[in-house]
């Protein structure tokens, strides 16, 4: 697992859950093409609010049948994957905002490396 030590990058793709790529949830979609494109990590967070890029609220309301929440698709790995993966899979996001930032990683430990 050293391979994934040291200086990587954290990219962050925000979306809202009500996004979809050929009928299912984009970040689902994207999730799929992470794992096959063998990419180190992912995780997606639910966030309880946020301003989009049309500047409205997205909450969640007890009394809306539909949701729109925001989502925050984070992935880590080295920069060169990571801009790959983009370049190759970028018209997926209709609407989104993509951030790239610096990372270390100090450990990364799974049950197969114990």
């Not at 859950?17 to 967070?45: C, F, H, R, V």
């Not at 060169?80 to 930032?101: A, C, Q, R, S």
């Amino acid at each position: 697992m050293k391979r994934y030590l040291g200086r990587k990058k954290v990219m962050r793709i925000y979306l809202d859950n009500s996004d979809t790529y050929e009928g299912k949830p984009l970040w689902q979609s994207l999730m799929g093409k992470i794992q096959e494109e063998g990419l180190a990590g992912a995780t997606l967070y639910k966030a309880a609010a946020g301003i989009g890029a049309h500047t409205e609220i997205h909450t969640f309301e007890i009394w809306s049948l539909s949701q729109k929440l925001p989502i925050v698709l984070e992935v880590i790995d080295d920069e060169e994957k990571i801009l790959g993966f983009l370049k190759k899979y970028d018209g997926m996001i209709g609407e989104g905002l993509v951030t790239l930032t610096d990372v270390e990683v100090l450990r990364y430990k799974s049950a197969s490396n114990l």
